[in-house]
């Protein structure tokens, strides 16, 4: 049977974060056009990556020694969710502070965890992940990119793609496989981090449909790594990945990325709403409210240590249909013209209207998360 | 307490809510063996105060009752008693043994201290000892005896749970107390929003469990059909709107162990409807026709939950409601609310709820 997830107030030393970080952002962003706060996590700013990281905003959860201030996943989650409501550019550091920081200081050395782990909390390291490959997208255990033996510690070869930030990134967490394809599905894959700098690796950006470079082609030719860039255990990639995802896929980023829109259709519609209007806002509103509060409850099973892969999956898939109907709500209520030389509401609608369907594919297809789902209830 | 709590009422439903007891009780009985064994364990006194001869339980605890009792489609005012006892405390009474439930759609008039009224759809009207009402101007609760109506004309809701009309002419009250004056009409309303939502939660659970075990068990095409892909994505959904509504719920109950938290409330009533017609659509398409049949016990949960996500306000009613406080308060006020950093503007009632 699926676990249980219960009802979690956030503590109040986290909750005391929360007017810091507002009067920060409302300050920081004064000048940030609404169509750039649409963006969301993927916004790219570094100089307002590297004043967060001044501030003690990145690798919250971290222990000090290596730059975090131990805060709980509580706070981390305080500070990221104002970030995301109030579409502040976090892209360069997000996926460091996220996922990379956690799995290196859970599956790393000591020696990783230093040299990697301070850059990141000062806003300034940035990683992408190297998962998905050309003929690897959901089925991500059939990757080919191949790591083997070689003089000086491996050799990598092979071809990342979709990779979100590789063209900004100085680092990459990459899957590949350190065994021919094995009877065991899920075995004979590692982790390791590559420094996008080495001979060998050509980062190729591929424009996306709204007309953004986001993600990107990563080509690996004979590019030589340590015996130290490999990340935990050799042939234990598969387990390291699926740990990691549950950090992916249960946090504010899935229920708000489309803030931006709720923020100008509400400017749009005014104090006097009709009734469909009223129906629906109040629809997307109740959705907002509990879907966080499930956020929430799986933030109190992370910071319990529990492992919240199922219920990480329940949040991002019904998130992600919230916020790919918010646009289409828009739609539906109103007749602004979604167009890129209109008002603010009409350049966000037109921005996330276009960008709405790659929520439903990053970090995992809903067909992903609900095999995932369906695994636990024993149907699989 | 709340582990107690889950292991007496489960342990509880699951001996005394049996089929036969739903034929005893569609033929017009009352489960008196059910009703006197929740009495004996104190739980319908849950949420009382110790002061009053309650278990002092807060809200918060006491969710898992009446998710209980969702859960097991209790063929009683069981969650609607716990939730008038506990008003009937506030009003500073002591509940009465015997079941009891709240008149959230009517209001009543005050003639020098005597009150009138037709309070419709009433859960189990005929069985109540007491009904805790409202009265207007002040906002005051009314505590009145069924004993003292001068009708009780018999309804059902579409679920055939009792939802009677009692009408009282110049009743004199068991007691009297005052409301904060904006609450009249919401407070009832709100109070049996947060009760429906935990019932339909647990029924949520309950129709999952159901169809989970279904598909494990009916093969077709020489295979369980769970095994099907497409049924399991669908199930994978249903458990999604499970967990998400349980949290709702639960929330709601949680927020409102000071006083009554109406957005909490109103969420938990919206979501958990939504998932209502989404759960109760995929157990059906899952069950087949042996599902749809009177004699199969999924439709004691599904007629329940379309019967609840539309009593003591719709989807379409709170999502008024609340889209025009948000509207009201403008976009600004947005995430603060939603944070619970600040209140949103009340909006009086949209319009009464049609009957």
Redesign the interface.
């Known amino acids: 049977m699926m676990p249980l997830l219960h009802y979690s107030r956030i503590p109040p030393e986290a909750e005391d974060l929360r007017q810091e970080i507002r009067a920060f952002l409302s300050d920081a962003l004064i000048d940030l056009p609404a169509v750039r706060r649409a963006d969301s996590w993927m916004g790219f700013d570094a100089e307002f990556s590297r004043r967060l990281g001044e501030r003690g905003w990145i690798g919250m959860t971290l222990p000090k020694r290596y730059g975090g201030r131990e805060a709980s996943a509580f706070a981390r989650y305080v500070v990221s969710e104002e970030l995301l409501a109030a579409g502040a550019p976090v892209s360069a550091h997000w996926i460091a502070d996220r996922q990379s920081a956690p799995m290196l200081l859970r599956y790393g050395t000591e020696a990783q965890r230093q040299h990697f782990l301070p850059g990141i909390c000062r806003g300034e390291s940035y990683f992408c992940i190297g998962m998905s490959e050309p003929g690897s997208g959901s089925d991500l255990a059939s990757i080919s990119t191949r790591a083997r033996r070689g003089p000086n510690g491996w050799v990598l070869n092979g071809r990342k793609v979709w990779t979100t930030n590789a063209h900004r990134s100085h680092f990459m967490i990459t899957l590949a496989r350190t065994q021919d394809k094995t009877t065991e599905r899920h075995g004979g894959m590692s982790q390791f981090i590559v420094d996008l700098k080495r001979p060998g690796i050509s980062v190729r950006p591929i424009r996306d449909l709204t007309g953004d470079e986001h993600f990107n082609e990563v080509l690996f030719e004979n590019v030589e790594l340590a015996e130290e860039d490999l990340v935990g255990a050799e042939g234990e990639g598969w387990s390291q990945v699926t740990a990691e995802l549950a950090y992916e896929r249960s946090g504010p980023e899935r229920i708000l990325s489309c803030m931006a829109l709720v923020n100008t259709l509400l400017e749009r519609v005014g104090k006097s709403p009709d009734a469909l209007q009223a129906c629906e806002l109040g629809r997307v509103t109740a959705r907002l409210f509990a879907l966080r509060n499930m956020s929430i409850a799986v933030t109190a099973q992370l910071q319990a240590g529990e492992n919240p892969a199922v219920a990480a999956a329940c949040v991002k898939d019904l998130g992600v249909t919230l916020e790919q109907e918010i646009p289409e709500i828009a739609q539906a209520i109103d007749a602004t013209e979604p167009s890129s030389g209109g008002s603010d509401h009409a350049k966000v609608l037109a921005h996330l209207t276009q960008l709405s369907p790659s929520f439903s594919l990053r970090g995992g297809t809903r067909e992903i998360l609900r095999g995932i789902i369906a695994r636990s209830l024993e149907l699989r | 307490m709340r582990e107690i709590f889950e292991t007496t009422i489960e342990r509880i439903l699951v001996d005394h809510v049996t089929p036969a007891l739903f034929r005893e009780c569609a033929a017009g009985a009352w489960p008196d063996a059910l009703w006197t064994t929740l009495e004996d364990a104190e739980v319908t006194c849950a949420a009382v105060p110790e002061l009053f001869g309650g278990s002092g339980a807060s809200w918060?605890d006491t969710f898992t009752l009446i998710r209980a009792a969702g859960a097991h489609a209790v063929p009683a005012p069981f969650a609607d008693t716990l939730l008038a006892n506990w008003l009937m405390a506030r009003a500073g009474v002591a509940p009465a043994k015997r079941p009891a439930a709240i008149a959230a759609l009517s209001q009543l008039t005050d003639s020098n201290g005597q009150y009138s009224g037709r309070l419709e759809k009433i859960p189990w009207g005929r069985d109540l000892k007491r009904i805790v009402a409202v009265a207007a101007e002040p906002a005051r609760l009314v505590v009145l005896d069924t004993a003292s109506a001068v009708s009780i004309e018999r309804g059902c809701n579409l679920a055939g749970e009792p939802r009677d009309t009692v009408t009282f002419d110049r009743a004199r009250p068991v007691a009297v107390a005052p409301l904060p004056d904006d609450a009249t009409h919401a407070f009832l309303l709100l109070c049996g929003a947060m009760i429906r939502s935990a019932q339909m939660a647990g029924a949520l659970q309950s129709i999952l469990?159901m169809t989970?075990a279904y598909?494990?068990e009916r093969v077709q095409f020489g295979k369980p059909i769970?095994?099907f892909?497409v049924?399991?994505?669908q199930?994978?959904?249903l458990?999604?709107?499970t967990?998400?509504s349980?949290?709702?719920a639960?929330?709601a109950f949680?927020e409102s162990t000071a006083d009554i938290a109406a957005?909490?409330i109103?969420?938990?009533k919206?979501?958990v409807g939504?998932a209502a017609s989404i759960g109760a659509s995929t157990a059906h398409a899952v069950h087949g026709a042996i599902g749809f049949t009177d004699e199969h016990t999924l439709h004691l949960k599904t007629r329940r939950l379309w019967a609840w996500r539309a009593e003591y306000g719709s989807?379409?009613y709170?999502?008024?409601?609340?889209?025009?406080a948000?509207?009201?308060s403008?976009?600004r006020a947005?995430?603060p609310?939603?944070?619970q950093?600040a209140t949103l503007i009340p909006i009086p009632a949209?319009r009464e709820i049609h009957t």
């Open positions: 918060e469990q989970t598909a494990t769970g095994h892909q049924i399991q994505q199930i994978a959904v458990a999604e709107h967990a998400c349980l949290i709702a639960e929330a949680a957005l909490p109103m969420a938990a919206i979501c939504e989807q379409a709170w999502s008024q409601r609340l889209g025009r948000v509207c009201e403008g976009a947005l995430w609310t939603l944070t950093t949209a």
